[in-house]
């Protein structure tokens, strides 16, 4: 039999994944002979042997991967044969200007718990035990090649046996950067809220004990700190939020086991799978009842549901402990807190005790959120499990491109070649501190893939921080309108660059016209935007203050729809408020910038029908008028779409007087509520449909923070796919604006790229 030799590359998340010794394995088990080893480009597989056996080693290559890999590229040369005797991991390789991927942190594996859990295993109860399958990743690494010496890890040197896995090509440990054992690998401790440490056999154990009796523990995690107290302890609850002040805002819930959140949660396949799956994020599922304590979420249908994703977590469940609520540990609008000093002196206020540990997080990441709409998963925070896996956009020009992103929700994107890296959730831009965990991540970003941006994007908004950072960027700079970046984030996600009608409804964004946008149709593509619908302006009341209070937008709707005579229109709900003093900085126009906002239309409605006046959390109008709305199908509201000559434009004056009508009869809010989502799931589909007739385009994008919201986006979604049109809906990215760095990245690149 004739032998042939073939050089493969392989290139994407294929490095500190088990990748070399699947390879090993796959190789001896094909009969053939060679080499691999890793390079600065991914893996580079030198393989000899029979013709079909080769064939079917890159079939299976391609087809059965290791788990935490992710091809995104296989090329193969052919060579002259007669060079291997046997096969080899060799050693790694290094070539210039290339580019390793990185993996994101990985939860626990089925065989690492198992070992967690078996009182003979030497790492029975051993809260760090991982393999190359499993455990941290990005948030340890400080530079690359990812080797141990370049992790949070190299402190801790391997003990024999440790050592023995890390080199046996056959053990699933071969080459796991953060292999460790009770012998040799990092130790947990409990401590009092002053870092009192205390002297107790089972740190763990003693946490699951506290935990039981209603403390709060501030947890060290896998890339940071966690407050943690019993799911259901009401009064935990009570303190946790007084404490952190947080007092509306929904709290996740970690779970111990799939078949605990079937008895709280409607868990549909995909649900569970996400659940199960290897990224272990926050998954937003509707509640089965009222069982857990109101506090948790309330007012809200849905719960934030984990599973446990490192070992520690796991060992701090019971039989008496099953549900925890687990919640970033920081101060109230301050970034993640992951250092252990730091931790204690800015959480002891908050907790009652500190579990820590002595393994470094080099990058702090928050959990991510992800929800399931439509039949398909889609995240709505973007952080762990996900970040830093690239987007690949094959049409980028070949210049290294940096967009800041959004003040709210911040995330960045930076490119290299073809690939963006979008950062993980940094948080609202409020503060020095976010801002320097901003630059801090930013830094490690341009280090560890060694980028130098050429091109500069952020925000068209002249006053947002983010956008001044931006400006005092070496680099050509480029101001992106807001909604143009959500639209094209949507497109870029799905490898679509063709002119689309765009929908982008969301609480804020500055536009061209110098007013507060929101509520938009936009015709887009990768490189420009014209505006052609909208909703109607109206005024922002005391300017953010509005955002704040969504009974000033009832009002400043009220105004703009019956003028100063509104007093009779009030419900009793509003009647007592500052009432003349709005009207009157209404009708003088004072600090009462224009605006077009879906999202603020969301919230004077929420206020008219008495829900929520005002708020704590961004959205929470808008989230519980969700909540409340009544689930079958409505009638609409009448509404008004008229053509202007910049577009058409939906009048709400007719939608207000519907809701006043309603109120007066004393029409429930749930009632009132459903229809009012009816209505603007109708306009806009009317609005889109009056679009295709007039420019002959058939393809809608739907993107910004409203369509999170179920009703809206399934309604439309459902709606606009009967109609006959090609619908563009987000799913690796956030619809929010967590994924609105993407969008600014790819129009700055494609502007630079369309002018050379």
């Known amino acids: 039999m004739v032998n042939q030799r073939k050089l493969i590359q392989v290139q994407g998340v294929v490095q500190g994944v088990g990748f070399r010794p699947f390879i090993y394995k796959l190789a001896k088990k094909h009969g053939l002979n060679?080499?691999?080893?890793?390079?600065?480009?991914?893996?580079?597989?030198?393989?000899?042997?029979?013709?079909?056996?080769?064939?079917?080693?890159?079939?299976?290559?391609?087809?059965?991967?290791?788990?935490?890999?992710?091809?995104?590229?296989?090329?193969?040369?052919?060579?002259?044969?007669?060079?291997?005797?046997?096969?080899?991991?060799?050693?790694?390789?290094?070539?210039?200007?290339?580019?390793t991927l990185i993996s994101p942190d990985v939860s626990l594996c089925r065989k690492c718990k198992a070992e967690i859990l078996e009182v003979n295993n030497r790492r029975y109860k051993y809260p760090f035990t991982n393999?190359?399958?499993?455990?941290?990743?990005?948030?340890?690494?400080?530079?690359?090649?990812?080797?141990?010496?370049?992790?949070?890890?190299?402190?801790f040197k391997m003990c024999p046996e440790c050592r023995a896995e890390y080199h046996n090509p056959e053990d699933r440990r071969f080459h796991a950067q953060p292999n460790a054992c009770p012998d040799c690998g990092p130790e947990v401790w409990l401590t009092d809220n002053e870092g009192n440490e205390f002297e107790v056999e089972q740190p763990l154990e003693e946490s699951g004990r506290l935990l039981r009796q209603g403390q709060i523990?501030?947890?060290?995690?896998?890339?940071?700190?966690?407050?943690?107290?019993?799911?259901?302890?009401?009064?935990?609850?009570?303190?946790?939020?007084?404490?952190?002040?947080?007092?509306?805002?929904?709290?996740?819930?970690?779970?111990?086991?799939?078949?605990?959140?079937?008895?709280?949660?409607?868990?549909?396949?995909?649900?569970?799978?996400?659940?199960?799956?290897?990224?272990?994020?926050?998954?937003?599922?509707?509640?089965k009842g009222s069982r857990l304590p109101f506090n948790i979420a309330p007012n809200n249908n849905s719960l934030g549901v984990m599973l446990p994703y490192t070992p520690l977590h796991c060992l701090l469940f019971s039989d008496q402990l099953q549900i925890l609520v687990v919640t970033s540990a920081n101060q109230s609008s301050l970034p993640l807190e992951y250092k252990n000093q730091s931790a204690l002196e800015n959480l002891r206020e908050i907790t009652d005790y500190f579990?820590?540990?002595?393994?470094?997080?080099?990058?702090?990441?928050?959990?991510?959120?992800?929800?399931?709409?439509?039949?398909?998963?889609?995240?709505?925070?973007?952080?762990?499990?996900?970040?830093?896996?690239?987007?690949?956009?094959?049409?980028?020009?070949?210049?290294?491109?940096?967009?800041y992103g959004?003040?709210?929700?911040?995330?960045?994107?930076?490119?290299?070649?073809?690939?963006?890296?979008?950062?993980?959730?940094?948080?609202?831009?409020?503060?020095l501190e976010t801002y320097q965990r901003f630059k801090r991540v930013l830094n490690h970003f341009k280090e560890i893939y060694e980028i130098e941006p050429k091109i500069i994007a952020y925000d068209l908004h002249p006053d947002y921080p983010v956008s001044k950072f931006g400006q005092h960027e070496v680099g050509k700079k480029a101001a992106v309108q807001h909604h143009h970046a959500h639209i094209v984030s949507c497109l870029a996600e799905?490898?679509?660059?063709?002119r689309v009608i765009g929908v982008a409804f969301d609480g804020t964004g500055w536009g061209t016209d110098n007013r507060i946008w929101g509520g938009e149709f936009l015709l887009c593509d990768y490189n420009d935007f014209q505006r052609v619908g909208r909703l109607n302006y109206v005024q922002l009341p005391g300017g953010d203050r509005a955002v704040k209070a969504p009974w000033r937008m009832a009002v400043s709707y009220l105004f703009n729809t019956y003028g100063e005579e509104l007093d009779c229109y009030l419900s009793d709900n509003l009647a007592e408020k500052e009432l003349r003093y709005i009207i009157n900085i209404l009708k003088h126009r004072i600090n009462s910038p224009q605006t077009s906002s879906m999202g603020r239309l969301f919230a004077a409605v929420s206020a008219l029908i008495g829900q929520r006046e005002s708020i704590t959390y961004q959205g929470q109008a808008a989230v519980e008028l969700e909540a409340v709305a009544a689930k079958e199908a409505m009638e609409s509201y009448a509404y008004e779409i008229e053509d202007r000559k910049e577009g058409y434009v939906i009048n709400t004056d007719k939608i207000i007087r519907g809701i006043v009508t309603d109120l007066k009869q004393g029409t429930a809010k749930q009632v009132i509520?459903?229809?009012?989502?009816?209505?603007?799931?109708?306009f806009s589909l009317e609005v889109c449909s009056l679009l295709r007739d007039r420019y002959n385009i058939n393809r809608v994008a739907l993107s910004g923070g409203v369509f999170q919201n179920e009703i809206i986006f399934t309604g439309l979604y459902n709606r606009l796919i009967k109609a006959g049109f090609e619908v563009y809906t987000h799913s690796r990215v956030p619809c929010n604006d967590g994924g609105l760095s993407l969008g600014q990245l790819v129009i700055a690149n494609n502007q630079e790229r369309s002018q050379t």
């Open 673 to 682: 509520a459903g229809r009012f989502h009816a209505t603007v799931i109708g």
């Open 494 to 498: 799905n490898g679509v660059n063709k």
């Open 217 to 287: 523990i501030a947890v060290k995690g896998l890339s940071g700190f966690h407050l943690i107290c019993d799911g259901t302890n009401q009064q935990a609850v009570v303190r946790l939020r007084r404490n952190k002040s947080r007092p509306n805002k929904p709290l996740a819930v970690m779970m111990d086991r799939i078949e605990t959140v079937k008895e709280y949660c409607q868990v549909s396949k995909l649900e569970a799978d996400i659940l199960q799956g290897i990224r272990k994020p926050i998954l937003l599922l509707e509640k």
């Open 34 to 99: 060679g080499r691999v080893s890793n390079t600065s480009r991914g893996v580079e597989i030198d393989i000899e042997g029979g013709k079909k056996n080769i064939t079917d080693f890159i079939s299976a290559v391609k087809d059965q991967p290791p788990r935490l890999a992710k091809i995104e590229k296989i090329t193969t040369e052919d060579l002259p044969a007669g060079k291997y005797k046997n096969f080899q991991i060799a050693t790694s390789k290094s070539e210039d200007d290339t580019l």
């Open 406 to 431: 959004a003040h709210f929700k911040n995330t960045f994107s930076i490119s290299k070649g073809r690939l963006i890296f979008l950062s993980q959730h940094i948080g609202d831009l409020d503060n």
């Open 355 to 403: 579990l820590l540990h002595n393994r470094e997080i080099h990058l702090p990441i928050d959990d991510s959120v992800v929800e399931v709409m439509a039949g398909k998963e889609r995240i709505v925070r973007r952080s762990r499990g996900y970040t830093p896996q690239p987007i690949e956009i094959s049409e980028l020009a070949d210049k290294d491109t940096l967009a």
């Open 131 to 155: 393999c190359t399958n499993c455990g941290p990743r990005f948030s340890i690494i400080k530079d690359l090649p990812y080797d141990r010496r370049q992790t949070t890890m190299e402190p």
